[in-house]
């Protein structure tokens, strides 16, 4: 697959998350997907990436989170995101919700094997979105 195919995909991937469609997730991924979260805390499946992102997103009902830079080369699509939501949702690290703005930027770095999502690692301060909710 071409560079731009693989970043065409990884697009559509965020643009399902960011309307909150879980579902399409699964013609995206891989059979074989694996989300890391942190280095090596690995949630396998489709299931697993929906189970650990959704609670998150969760806590942040409306969420924004547009797509500012994206790079690839070979396999590998790097993606940078600016998230904007407030905390009036379901408690975030088990802080109930405070009603705080936040805005945080992330850094995806996703693999793609046979037209698909096969790996996405996340890179995220939490210890920034916590300052931020003022619980740090």
Known sequence: MSVETNKELVRRFYEAIQEENYEALNKFCHKDFVFYPQID???PGVEGLIESEKKNFDAFPGFKMPIKAMVA?????AVYF?????????PFAGIPATGKDVKFSLMMLLRIQDGKIIEKRSHVDVHDILKQIGCA
């Open 73 to 77: 080369e070979d396999d590998q699509v």
């Open 82 to 90: 600016v998230f904007e939501g407030t905390h009036t949702g379901i």
């Open 41 to 43: 805390t690995p949630f």
